[in-house]
Nanobody, 122 residues
């Protein structure tokens, strides 16, 4: 059972990055998936989530209109497209999966990736 994130890096404010999360070892299409982030010294924060079918998405107010989540169950992949990045988006980004109803609470997620660092320079 594994989630692996990729796509992080250093970008200037106003730029874009696309994070990917690839699943293996479980029935990915049964899981709702969310992205969380955690900056140094801060609590883990919900970024956005997508239902198992991809039909429903949910975003934190801080990223609404700038970030977009999509998934391809045939490829066991969830993507996070991040546009108009700001310095305050700097964090380690994690994808997580749950069989429970989609939630903004990280405690409801049982499968986690290792995280990928996103740094936005101002």
């Amino acid at each position: 059972v594994q989630l692996v994130e990729s796509g992080g890096g250093l970008v200037q404010a106003g730029g874009s990055l696309r994070l990917s999360c690839v699943a293996s070892g479980f029935t990915f299409s049964s899981y709702s998936v969310a992205w969380f982030r955690q900056a140094a010294g801060k609590d883990r924060e919900f970024v956005g989530g997508i239902s198992w079918s991809g039909g429903t998405t949910d975003y934190a107010d801080s990223v609404q209109g700038r970030f977009t989540i999509s998934r391809d169950n045939a490829k066991n992949t969830v993507n996070l497209q991040m546009n108009s990045l700001k310095a305050e988006d700097t964090s380690v980004y994690y994808c997580a999966g749950t069989l429970l109803p989609r939630s903004r609470d990280y405690k409801m997620y049982m499968v986690w990736g290792q995280g990928t660092q996103v740094t936005v320079s101002s």
